[in-house]
């Protein structure tokens, strides 16, 4: 009788195991935001592959929340510190806000090397239309004859990974905040091409804003780039119109106007070590991502410049006001930068040069989405801890996205005309992401134009760096 009992009780805990099993794994499987219990994040990896799941904190240091292999029975149950960027982000309720999410890191059994941002419990590894970014295939097309060093990870491609990345990552990552001014857009007309220019600049940030992790992979002659939804913005608004009024002349061979707000932003950097089989020695991965977490410029702007008055401020109610200046307060405008053109008869009457209008959409998309070149503090600090990532540096940005969200509204747009003098070219710049949700690659628009003829293409260069981008071979039509 007992044993029967027994044998009840057994098969009684079995069944009740296997429903909370189900139950957990319903509960993970949520692929619109992320499951809490208890204080925990719940959740499920599916796919194939060994992961870390990290975040970065204000102390500077990066934290491993968890190590693991995907596609396990059971949900993962992780603890993330979120109320540490809270309590010092939200100190003051005159700025917007956006915490840092987690990321995970991850390596596929077929060498798919990637890092996403955590936003939902299905986390899913190995279907690319599915991932938040476009990960490095470290096979590629290139079948090596060498071997790989003894007990390394080989995938029959070019590169062999150390069978303990995962730790080399954990003790080789960082993070740094910058607090600083950054040139959000910016306009230059080269070599006197225009008489007079008209230009009108208006920017709202809002709750429906979402910060956006920007991550670069540098394996040696190029970058891969991929952007990683974030957090939302919380906090004051920002509201900046900025245009002529009426006509300004072109009184100079090089005539530049930028606009700039404070924003404070993270870079999280790191490195796996691996083997190149083709150059037969051994080589690091870096890793570098970048999130604005803060803009301090909040409250109402309106700004006009005329030309006997120059610039000034009609209304001005709010901190951090935003400030013009010719010179652009960036490192560098994004190496891996393209640049859209469009051609300008010289009619002798006014032409449409250049017109952007980013709003608010239910994906990410070309046409609400924006980003800004890291700053000078950032693109130094990078380049001060290696060549590597300083070419890092000048290939990453800060993305943000514009999503419809209640009653609230985010956009950017852009409008400039002139008055040729003669035939020239207007231009502004694009940066092409990879997005899971997108498929295709998404071309985000860095709102930078030029006003040329071609005789010097230089776009906005840091006068404190010298670093620019040139146009040659990046160039297309519109």
Same mark, same amino acid.
């Given at each position: 009788m007992s044993r &029967?009992?027994?044998? *009840? +009780? *057994?098969?009684?805990? =079995?069944? !009740?195991?296997?429903? $909370?099993?189900?139950?957990?794994?319903? !509960?993970?499987?949520? /692929?619109?935001?992320?499951? +809490?219990?208890l204080g925990y994040d719940v959740y499920k990896i599916e796919g194939s592959g060994n992961y870390t799941i990290y975040y970065p904190l204000p102390n500077g240091s990066i934290k491993v929340l968890k190590r693991g292999k995907a596609g396990g029975i059971f949900p993962v149950f992780v603890k993330v510190p979120r109320e540490e960027w809270v309590g010092k982000l939200s100190t003051s309720g005159e700025a917007l806000y956006a915490p840092p999410t987690p990321l995970i890191l991850y390596i596929t059994p077929d060498g798919k090397l990637g890092v996403k941002s955590i936003t939902a419990s299905r986390i899913r590894l190995e279907n690319e239309e599915d991932l938040n970014l476009k990960d490095l295939n470290l096979k590629g097309s290139y079948q090596a004859q060498s071997s790989c060093p003894n007990g390394w990870i080989d995938f029959g491609g070019r590169y062999c990974l150390s069978p303990n990345w995962d730790f080399h990552f954990e003790s080789n990552a960082k993070t740094k905040t910058f607090d600083e001014w950054i040139t959000i857009t910016g306009l230059k007309i080269e070599n006197n091409v225009a008489e007079e220019v008209y230009f009108a600049w208006d920017l709202s940030l809002s709750s429906s804003t979402y910060s956006y992790w920007t991550i670069g992979i540098d394996v040696g002659p190029f970058t891969v780039l991929s952007v990683s939804k974030g957090h939302k913005f919380e906090g004051q608004a920002l509201y900046i119109s900025y245009q002529s009024k009426g006509p300004l002349v072109v009184d100079s061979d090089t005539w530049e106007r930028y606009l700039s707000i404070r924003v404070e932003y993270i870079i999280v950097h790191s490195k796996v070590p691996a083997y190149d089989k083709l150059a037969r020695e051994y080589v690091w991965i870096e890793i570098a991502q970048t999130y604005p977490v803060k803009i301090h410029s909040t409250g109402e702007y309106t700004i006009r410049e005329s030309s006997t008055r120059g610039i000034y401020f009609?209304?001005?109610?709010?901190?951090?006001?935003? &400030?013009?200046?010719?010179?652009?307060? =960036? #490192?560098? !405008?994004?190496? /891996?930068? /393209? #640049?859209? +053109?469009? #051609? =300008?008869?010289?009619?002798?009457? #006014?032409e449409d040069a250049i017109y952007i209008k980013q709003s608010q959409s239910y994906s990410f998309s070309s046409t609400s989405s924006l980003s800004i070149p890291i700053g000078y503090a950032g693109g130094r600090y990078l380049s001060s801890i290696s060549p590597t990532l300083g070419r890092l540096a000048s290939a990453l940005s800060l993305t943000f996205g514009f999503y419809k969200y209640m009653n609230v509204a985010s956009y950017a747009k852009y409008s400039v005309d002139i008055k040729p003098r +003669?035939?020239?070219?207007? $231009?502004?710049?694009? !940066?092409?992401?990879?997005?899971? /949700?997108?498929?295709?690659?998404?071309?985000v628009p860095l709102v930078f134009g030029v006003i040329t003829d071609g005789k010097t293409p230089t776009p906005p260069c840091n006068p404190e760096t010298n670093l620019c981008i040139t146009t040659t071979n990046k160039i297309k039509e519109t």
């Amino acid at each position: 009788m007992s044993r &029967r009992k027994f044998l *009840v +009780r *057994v098969l009684l805990l =079995i069944f !009740l195991s296997g429903n $909370m099993v189900n139950a957990l794994n319903y !509960l993970a499987s949520n /692929e619109d935001s992320i499951t +809490r219990i208890l204080g925990y994040d719940v959740y499920k990896i599916e796919g194939s592959g060994n992961y870390t799941i990290y975040y970065p904190l204000p102390n500077g240091s990066i934290k491993v929340l968890k190590r693991g292999k995907a596609g396990g029975i059971f949900p993962v149950f992780v603890k993330v510190p979120r109320e540490e960027w809270v309590g010092k982000l939200s100190t003051s309720g005159e700025a917007l806000y956006a915490p840092p999410t987690p990321l995970i890191l991850y390596i596929t059994p077929d060498g798919k090397l990637g890092v996403k941002s955590i936003t939902a419990s299905r986390i899913r590894l190995e279907n690319e239309e599915d991932l938040n970014l476009k990960d490095l295939n470290l096979k590629g097309s290139y079948q090596a004859q060498s071997s790989c060093p003894n007990g390394w990870i080989d995938f029959g491609g070019r590169y062999c990974l150390s069978p303990n990345w995962d730790f080399h990552f954990e003790s080789n990552a960082k993070t740094k905040t910058f607090d600083e001014w950054i040139t959000i857009t910016g306009l230059k007309i080269e070599n006197n091409v225009a008489e007079e220019v008209y230009f009108a600049w208006d920017l709202s940030l809002s709750s429906s804003t979402y910060s956006y992790w920007t991550i670069g992979i540098d394996v040696g002659p190029f970058t891969v780039l991929s952007v990683s939804k974030g957090h939302k913005f919380e906090g004051q608004a920002l509201y900046i119109s900025y245009q002529s009024k009426g006509p300004l002349v072109v009184d100079s061979d090089t005539w530049e106007r930028y606009l700039s707000i404070r924003v404070e932003y993270i870079i999280v950097h790191s490195k796996v070590p691996a083997y190149d089989k083709l150059a037969r020695e051994y080589v690091w991965i870096e890793i570098a991502q970048t999130y604005p977490v803060k803009i301090h410029s909040t409250g109402e702007y309106t700004i006009r410049e005329s030309s006997t008055r120059g610039i000034y401020f009609t209304e001005s109610n709010g901190n951090n006001p935003p &400030r013009i200046t010719t010179t652009p307060n =960036i #490192w560098s !405008l994004p190496k /891996e930068a /393209e #640049w859209k +053109r469009t #051609w =300008i008869s010289n009619t002798g009457d #006014w032409e449409d040069a250049i017109y952007i209008k980013q709003s608010q959409s239910y994906s990410f998309s070309s046409t609400s989405s924006l980003s800004i070149p890291i700053g000078y503090a950032g693109g130094r600090y990078l380049s001060s801890i290696s060549p590597t990532l300083g070419r890092l540096a000048s290939a990453l940005s800060l993305t943000f996205g514009f999503y419809k969200y209640m009653n609230v509204a985010s956009y950017a747009k852009y409008s400039v005309d002139i008055k040729p003098r +003669r035939d020239c070219y207007a $231009m502004y710049s694009i !940066l092409n992401v990879k997005v899971g /949700e997108s498929g295709p690659k998404v071309e985000v628009p860095l709102v930078f134009g030029v006003i040329t003829d071609g005789k010097t293409p230089t776009p906005p260069c840091n006068p404190e760096t010298n670093l620019c981008i040139t146009t040659t071979n990046k160039i297309k039509e519109t």
